[in-house]
């Protein structure tokens, strides 16, 4: 029973995630943490950066390790070829029609019409991840006394590292070790 719903519910994911792997993360969140509540939204998160680290497309490492998380190797199987079906079918047809017509205008159109909307999942999943880090709440807090200022001062060195354009592996250990450190410290609390 589980298997087949998270193979189905990777799938819709799969179908709906134009635009990349980290358009696939809200859809993922909606499915996982909000509506079965198979996983935490901090265990989430955990799935997040964890998928960014290892290689391999990032949508298709979070499908995996939520499978995992959830229902084991067999889920972890489900959910990744639930989550590359769509794509693998869609793909096969574009590239047929591309083939076919050559460069179709429409097409084009509906892809350019799309990258507003990728751009708007990427930022919707990015807030929650900030609410979550900052405050420990999913959602604009209410009570603002459980700031974090270290986890900010982290936001703000891995920003800087972005845009001096240091590589994600960089950024996620550096975080990781001043994480460390400054929970060790007590500036940072689970």
């Known amino acids: 029973m589980i298997y087949g719903l998270l193979f189905f519910e990777f ?3 799969g179908i709906f995630c134009v635009g990349g792997g980290y358009a696939s993360m809200p859809l993922i969140r909606a499915s996982v943490v909000d509506t079965y509540h198979w ?7 955990d799935i997040f950066t964890i998928s960014q680290m ?4 990032i949508g298709i490492n979070a499908a995996t390790f939520a499978g995992t998380k959830i229902a084991g190797l067999g889920g972890a199987v489900c959910a990744t070829a639930g989550f590359v079906t769509p794509s693998l079918f869609i793909g096969i047809l574009l590239s047929k029609l591309v083939l076919k017509y050559g460069d179709i205008g429409p097409i084009r159109g509906v892809l ?5 909307a990728v751009v708007a999942l990427i930022c919707s999943a990015s807030i929650g991840f900030i609410f979550l880090a900052l405050w420990n709440t999913e959602t604009m ?3 603002f006394s459980n700031f974090s200022a270290g986890c900010l001062g982290i936001l703000i060195l891995a920003l800087i590292a972005v ?3 240091k590589s994600v592996i960089q950024i996620l250990l ?5 994480g460390l450190i400054l929970g060790l410290t007590g500036m940072i609390t689970v």
């Open 11 to 13: 799938c819709k994911i």
């Open 39 to 45: 996983l935490s939204m901090s265990e989430f998160v």
């Open 54 to 57: 290892t290689p391999g497309p």
């Open 112 to 116: 350019n019409g799309l990258r507003p």
């Open 141 to 143: 807090p209410h009570d």
């Open 163 to 165: 845009r001096k354009k």
């Open 174 to 178: 550096g975080s990781g070790v001043l």
